[in-house]
């Protein structure tokens, strides 16, 4: 993957257009298919994931792509949860709990995106189920496809462009889906 690493001496000519990123992104966000297999992942882990540079070669999209067809599981706690205009959840992660919700996105937090098609898929994953876990010490299991913002990868607030996204999953500890009772 050392092609993800830089675009200069490219030829222009092999340099994505932005139009073609911007299809590539948006097909991606949209895929409603679950993975077949899931890779375990930390936080870390998905943090210390290449960062290409914002134009990036056609060479680079084939491994962005590569990495973007793995379905990933991220064990974490719910540190922030914000709903987008697009529809989607913001679900933010951190690797250690926070004992309260976040109001704003920090660097530490890993963004996780419960799209609409999902949401839909997942009746019990509301707003209000998903804000209940924020700022507890309840762990919780998030699957789905491995995903990279590029153009959000360079926020201040971010540690990485790449996240889960979307979300095909959430379990909670001691691994039970998000809409199974607990059984105590």
């Known amino acids: 993957m050392a092609a993800l690493w830089t675009v200069s001496g490219a030829d222009p000519a ?30 870390a882990a998905l ?6 540079p914002r134009a990036y070669t056609r060479v680079q999209l084939a491994d962005i792509t590569a990495l973007e067809n793995r379905g990933v599981i991220v064990t974490g706690f719910v540190a922030r949860v914000d709903p987008q205009r697009d529809g989607d959840f913001h679900v933010q992660i951190t690797a250690q709990p926070l004992g ?23 009746p019990a994953y509301t707003l209000d189920a998903l804000r209940a876990l924020c700022g507890t010490d309840t762990q919780v299991r998030i699957s789905g496809w491995l995903l990279y913002d590029a153009p959000h990868d360079r926020d201040w607030w971010r540690s990485t462009g790449w996240e889960v996204h979307p979300v095909t999953r959430i379990e909670v ?12």
Do not use: G, Y
């Not at 948006?26 to 077949?36: F, G, I, L, Q, V």
């Not at 309260?100 to 997942?122: G, K, M, N, W, Y």
């Not at 500890?173 to 105590?184: G, I, T, Y």
């Open 14 to 43: 092999d340099v994505v257009p932005s139009r073609d990123q911007a299809a590539h992104l948006a097909a991606m966000k949209a895929r409603t298919d679950e993975p077949a297999a899931l890779s375990p992942m930390t936080i």
């Open 47 to 52: 943090f210390a994931l290449p960062r290409p």
């Open 173 to 184: 500890c001691c691994w039970r889906e998000l809409s199974e009772p607990n059984p105590d």
């Open 100 to 122: 309260h919700c976040l109001r704003h996105t920090a660097s530490d937090q890993l963004i996780t995106e419960l799209t609409p098609q999902f949401q839909v898929r997942r």
